[in-house]
């Protein structure tokens, strides 16, 4: 199981940094070719927005499977290690939910408004919308992978990584 998780962290951050290297490349260029050329690209604030969205999804995903998102553990930090325990699958289980909830609203929201096409690119909005669904789905894998990860060091008594 190890092995997944780290193969979809590599995945994930890789995808998040790809992201972000499109969002500087594409500023960069727009900056150029505006300021140097007078002729900006038309394309390349909705390019980086796009960017910008999907790696966010990417990162989100990548933050929740390492366990190093931004968290308020004052309270936590009181509790018992089997408490915490108890209370980290409990989360883990409501953020498979949750990525479940992002697939089909994200899905809904494309199908509904995916036809629209897009004034800089010329391609349907469907591309840049369906990034809800891809962040979900993302969401529910790295949930997916921390609480089969929780349950098996439960049946075999390790110690949380």
């Not at 727009?30 to 960017?51: D, H, L, M």
């Not at 098996?152 to 110690?159: D, L, V």
Request: net charge positive; with cysteine; proline share 2%.
């Amino acid at each position: 199981m190890r092995k997944a998780e780290n193969a979809f962290c590599l995945l994930l951050a890789g995808l998040s940094g790809l992201s972000i290297f499109i969002v500087f490349a594409v500023v960069f260029a727009g900056s150029v070719s505006r300021y140097a050329f007078s002729s900006p690209f038309q394309w390349s604030e909705e390019v980086a927005k796009y960017a910008m969205i999907y790696g966010c999804m990417f990162g989100t995903a990548y933050a929740y499977l390492r366990g190093s998102q931004i968290s308020f553990s004052l309270v936590t930090d009181l509790l018992s290690e089997q408490v915490r325990t108890r209370l980290s699958v409990m989360v883990d289980a409501a953020t498979l939910i949750l990525g479940g909830v992002l697939i089909h609203a994200g899905l809904i929201f494309a199908g509904k408004r995916g036809g629209i096409t897009s004034s800089g690119l010329g391609i349907p909005m469907y591309w840049a919308q369906i990034a809800l669904s891809v962040g979900g789905v993302c969401l529910f894998v790295a949930a997916a992978l921390r609480l089969l990860s929780a349950l098996r060091r439960n049946r075999g008594g390790e110690q949380p990584s």
